[in-house]
């Protein structure tokens, strides 16, 4: 009978220690699900957050895209494309300071982030600070799989023809050319422009010519080149016809000025 009591009591024993780990490792289970849970939600706040302010940016609304903004960098400090975003938000609202601080910071946090190198490479172009801005897009287009790098040789070839340094500037407008078969009417002048710059007329005139075949109505950039190459073949008359293009579309432009300068200097 004693034998059959001690039995029982390791049994109730057993089973004691048995629900109480089994109680431990269910709260462990429970705790590590709760955090996990806690950093999903975490990140989706930060994406809705970061979408929500990228729809107001696409929209020109500042003060929403700001405070959407500032929810995300909360949940995240060392997100590079909450950086990102708050940049272009400085830059539009003309903070430039801090919209290069935020670039800067989206750049330090995920060098291989090349959108924000393409639009901090743009940022510097409007600031006029063409060797900084072809110091970033030159990094930019090493990143064979990014969708936009066709971009960011355009704007490399922008930077370098600002820098004067036109054969940098055919390279790489010439490798933007071939990477699509749909070229906009402002690469092809581009292209006209830097090999009328090169001395390569005939080339220039070519592009010139697609370009004209592209648009309805001629930029005043393209008027006055078109009367550059018109004086390289020495066309008096189209000369001509582009100088009243300009005084009739564009009177006060510096591209009028220029002509005046050029052609009727003395006249």
Same mark, same amino acid.
């Given at each position: 009978? /004693? !034998? *059959?009591?001690n039995k029982t009591l390791v049994n109730i024993r057993s089973v004691i220690v048995y629900t109480v780990l089994s109680l431990s490792l269910l709260g462990c289970v429970t705790t590590e699900t709760g955090m996990f849970t806690e /950093? !999903? *939600?975490?990140r989706k706040a930060l994406e809705y957050s970061v979408q929500l302010a990228k729809r107001y940016?696409?929209?020109?609304?500042?003060?929403q895209a700001k405070r959407h903004l500032k929810t995300a960098l909360d949940l995240d400090e *060392?997100?590079?494309?909450?950086h990102e975003a708050l940049a272009l938000v400085f830059q539009n609202t003309g903070e430039f300071e801090r919209a290069e601080k935020h670039f800067k910071e989206s750049i330090d946090l995920d060098g291989g982030l090349s959108r924000a190198r393409l639009n901090y490479g743009s940022f510097l172009f409007t600031m006029q600070r063409y060797d900084e801005a072809a110091e970033q897009l030159e990094v930019v287009v090493k990143d064979t799989l990014y969708e936009r790098r066709q971009t960011a040789y355009i704007n490399l070839g922008r930077s370098y023809y600002s820098l004067q340094r036109y054969e940098d500037a055919e390279k790489s407008f010439r490798t933007?050319?071939?990477m699509s078969d749909r070229h906009s009417s402002a690469l092809i002048l581009q292209m006209a422009d830097v090999y009328y710059r090169l001395e390569q007329y005939a080339l220039s005139q070519r592009y010139y010519d697609h370009y004209g075949s592209k648009v309805s109505s001629k930029s005043a950039i393209a008027l006055l080149l078109g009367a550059r190459l018109a004086k390289q073949f020495d066309d008096k008359n189209a000369i001509?016809?582009?100088?009243?293009a300009l005084k009739n579309l564009y009177p006060r432009s510096q591209q009028y000025l220029d002509y005046k300068q050029e052609f009727m200097h003395g006249s």
């Open positions: 009978m /004693k !034998t *059959d009591n /950093k !999903t *939600d975490d940016i696409s929209e020109r609304k500042w003060e *060392d997100s590079a494309e909450v933007a050319y071939l001509s016809s582009y100088g009243l």
